[in-house]
Structures are given as C-alpha cells and as structure tokens.
C-alpha cells in the first residue's frame, strides 16, 4: 500500500520538490491556468479553457513533489468516441450536437490530489420525535389525537475515513471531478519523472492546509449523518455533535484525465474524462426551447382533462370526476417537470 504521510513540519519541509526533470510551465492568459510540460513539448493551447493565449516558461520546480500516481489505461482515441456518444446522449441538448460541438483533442493531464486518513469519533445528543395517540375530553366525548412527545437521546459514533479525495488544482471544476470520481487508488505507483514523458502534468494550487480543511468538512457531514441515523425516529431538534480527529494522514498524488474543451454557439463547455475507467462527465448545452415544448407535452393531458371535467360537472357527476383525475395527473406531470428541470440545470451549471 502506498505510504501515507502524518501532519507535521518535518515531513512538510522535508519532501521532495519539483518534478525530478526539466520541464517547461505553460501559463494561460485567459484562465490563468498553469501546467507544467516536458521540455520538447510545442503545445499552444490550453487544457482548461482551449484558449490559444498561452506563454511558455521555464519550470522553477519550487512544488513538493508527488510521492504516487496512478498512470493512464484508457488510450486517447478512445476519448473521442466516449464524448461524442456522452454528447449525443441526452434529449435536452441541442440536435446534432455531437456532430456540431467543434470538440478539440483531449489533452492526457495528470492532475494534483490530496488524499486523507482519519480516525473519527463522534459523540452526539439531540430531542429525539415519537408519535404517542392520546385520549382528550371534548363536546361531552371522548377523542383520540396524535401528539409527539420529545425525548432526549444521545449516542456515540466512530467512523474510520479512508482515502478522502480532494483535487488539488484550482482551475478545474471540483463538481465535474467528482462525478468521474472512480479513481482505483490501488493502483498507485511510486512516482518517478517517466511517466510524465510526453504528457502534461499540474502542481497543487490548493494547498494542503486549505484541503485537509475541506476534507474535515466532508468527514463533519459523514459523521452527522451517521449520529442521526442512530436515533430512533428522524425528528431530530437540538442535535449537537462533538467530533474529534486522530491518526490524521495525507498523501499528495497525482491522477489521471483527460480533459478538452469544445465551443458550441460562442461558448466554451468543458469535458474531463477518467484516464484510468473512461468515466465522463461535463458541461452540457441544453436547449430550452425543446424543453418547454416537451413539459407542456406533459403537463397538457391533466391540464385538459381537468377542462373537459369542470365543463362537465352538470352531467351527472361524470365532470367532478374527470375533474379530479385531471387534478391528479396534473400534479405527477408537475413532479416530472420538477425532476427534468432539475437534470436539466445541473447540465447547463455543470
């Protein structure tokens, strides 16, 4: 197993730096995204953004080096095809996407990564929620209500965090990161310069004092939701938590991806595939009009059949049916609206 590293100066100040090679950094001039290359390399554009407004430099290797990576599996031919059928693959988008998106070649990029180990224990106390029937006296009768009645409860977790992944460049969108976020981290390697031959690598621009601050706010969330699980019923109030962490370690890595950008109307979208499983994910245009057109579709039929049915509420009752029915299918359709609408959003904001 690869080695872990604990938090202290020593270690800090004491690592490797640079990449054990000569490189060149490229630094982009309108995302302000910087990559170090190998030395022959003559790339002009950027990985993130696709922007040509690039600047080459020499490497100052002033970085702590990566101590593992996991190298490439999947071949760079292959990410054309995976994005072109990702691409092609929702309704929501625009027609002929795939085949419009001018989508330029992906880039094979090692990116920055921390991983964390910790132990975590967790102790917590909340007002606990239970439904109790109770009989009251009213109107000279006896009746019946429900009531809840709150009790104290309190309980202790410990939760063993294991490779908590956090990325380590800036530049990159962590929500798309973590959709392709099925790295094997088994498969780590030593690091050595010669895996980086010929590809394109990044340094940490998120340190690890700031990462292993978002790490502990992920570990936080795992750790309440695992208290609030123990309590007997889910009405919680006053929920308090008391969390604290041992055995705390880091490692930096590197990890494979492929990244690319296309235009499609003016705009630049971003697309990131898994070197190692061929995972996709991106951003997405999503075409508006042909959503609308597709919800009325299918808020129409409960829209009128709940019509039909108040214009015939005389007939014999036959309307005040149609009128529910109609009420009732209007309400699915507006939960899939909801759902679509949802989908559809997250693609656009990717």
Not at 80 to 94: C, E, F, G, N, R
Not at 134 to 151: A, H, I, L, M, N
Not at 257 to 273: E, H, N, R, W
Request: glycine share 6%; aromatic share 12%.
């Amino acid at each position: 197993r690869a080695d872990e590293l604990e938090f202290t100066p020593e270690v800090l100040s004491t690592d490797n730096q640079g990449w054990g090679e000569e490189r060149k950094e490229l630094a982009c001039g309108q995302c302000g995204g910087v990559v170090s290359v190998s030395k022959e390399d003559l790339s002009h554009t950027c990985p993130f953004c696709g922007s040509n407004k690039v600047v080459h430099k020499l490497d100052q290797q002033e970085s702590l080096r990566p101590r593992f990576l996991a190298p490439f599996k999947i071949l760079t031919e292959n990410c054309q095809k995976i994005a072109m059928q990702w691409l092609s693959s929702s309704w929501m988008t625009p027609s002929g996407l795939a085949q419009i998106a001018k989508l330029q070649r992906f880039s094979a990029i090692y990116l920055p990564f921390w991983t964390f180990d910790a132990l975590n224990t967790a102790a917590w106390k909340a007002e606990v929620g239970h439904s109790q029937t109770e009989r009251y006296y009213q109107d000279g009768e006896w009746k019946e209500r429900t009531v809840t009645v709150w009790k104290w409860e309190s309980g202790n977790v410990q939760l063993h965090e294991d490779d908590l992944l956090i990325p380590g460049s800036l530049q990159v969108s962590h929500g798309i990161l973590k959709r392709i976020n099925n790295f094997d981290l088994n498969a780590l390697v030593p690091y050595d310069a010669k895996y980086l031959a010929g590809l394109q690598a990044q340094s940490f621009t998120l340190n690890v004092e700031k990462a292993w601050e978002m790490a502990r706010q992920e570990m936080r969330k795992k750790a309440r939701q695992a208290c609030m699980a123990q309590a007997s019923t889910q009405r919680i109030r006053n929920f308090r938590m008391d969390l604290d962490f041992a055995d705390e370690s880091w490692r930096y890595i590197l990890l494979p991806v492929y990244i690319s950008a296309y235009l499609f109307q003016g705009k630049t979208y971003q697309v990131m595939v898994n070197g190692q499983s061929g995972a996709i994910a991106g951003q997405r245009p999503v075409d508006w009009t042909k959503f609308w057109l597709v919800m009325a579709a299918i808020l129409s039929p409960g829209v009128l059949l709940g019509l039909l049915g108040l214009i015939t509420i005389p007939l014999a009752g036959i309307g005040t049916v149609l009128a529910i029915a109609g009420f009732v299918l209007f309400i699915i359709a507006l939960v899939i609206v909801f759902t679509f609408f949802n989908q559809a959003q997250a693609m656009d904001d990717a």
